[in-house]
């Protein structure tokens, strides 16, 4: 599920980088200041623009749905447990000195 999740997600972010690089500014030609800007595009004088921002307006929703799903589903993966839980594993043996008087030098 996972997988899925990050692959839908990689391509709404493609998508979104996609319809951002397509729009233009408002100033984008020099006919735009001068009021001969609208003349010349495809979708009329407002279509291109409410299209293409409603369709980024989309896309950017989706993608901020999955990376909440996505970041959720990701921190269901890790371990529960605490760090101090295996200590006792990860002590070294220390090896034990016979408490012998007669090894110690100089104790005669």
Do not use: C, W
């Not at 307006?57 to 799903?69: C, K, P």
């Not at 220390?94 to 012998?100: A, D, E, M, R």
């Amino acid at each position: 599920m996972y997988e899925i999740f990050l692959i839908v997600y990689l391509i709404v972010a493609l998508m979104l980088i996609g319809f951002v690089m397509i729009q233009h500014g408002k100033g984008a030609d020099m006919g735009a200041s001068f009021g001969a800007g609208a003349s010349n595009t495809v979708f009329g004088s407002s279509g291109s623009g409410n299209f293409l921002t409603r369709t980024t307006a989309i896309l950017a929703v989706i993608f901020f749905v999955l990376s909440l799903v996505l970041g959720n589903l990701a921190a269901g993966n890790g371990d529960a447990g605490s760090q101090f839980d295996n200590l006792d594993m990860m002590q070294e043996e220390v090896p034990t000195v016979p408490s012998n008087d007669s090894d110690v030098p100089g104790s005669n």
